[in-house]
């Protein structure tokens, strides 16, 4: 039995993942700026936040497919919005 032995990234996967995720960061805010008029995109830690408030904010998830989910911000953290 043989193993298959380290796969490693090359120039061409790694530019492959770049250009994916480009393109879904580019789907996310064009979904964002329709489903969201008028609120300004934030980035907060590496994450696009749409704040509606202070204390309410939106984000544009892509994993299954584009959706919107509300958090809100309390002393002890953030935490979802039911929907």
Do not use: H
């Amino acid at each position: 039995m043989k193993n298959l032995g380290t796969i490693l990234p090359t120039a061409a996967s790694l530019k492959c993942d770049d250009d994916y995720a480009k393109r879904v960061t580019a789907e996310n805010l064009a979904f964002g700026k329709k489903a969201l008029p008028g609120i300004e995109p934030i980035k907060v830690n590496g994450e696009t936040r749409y704040y509606k408030t202070d204390k309410l904010y939106a984000v544009v998830s892509k994993i299954s497919k584009q959706t919107v989910r509300w958090f809100e911000v309390r002393a002890d953290g953030d935490y979802a919005v039911k929907q």
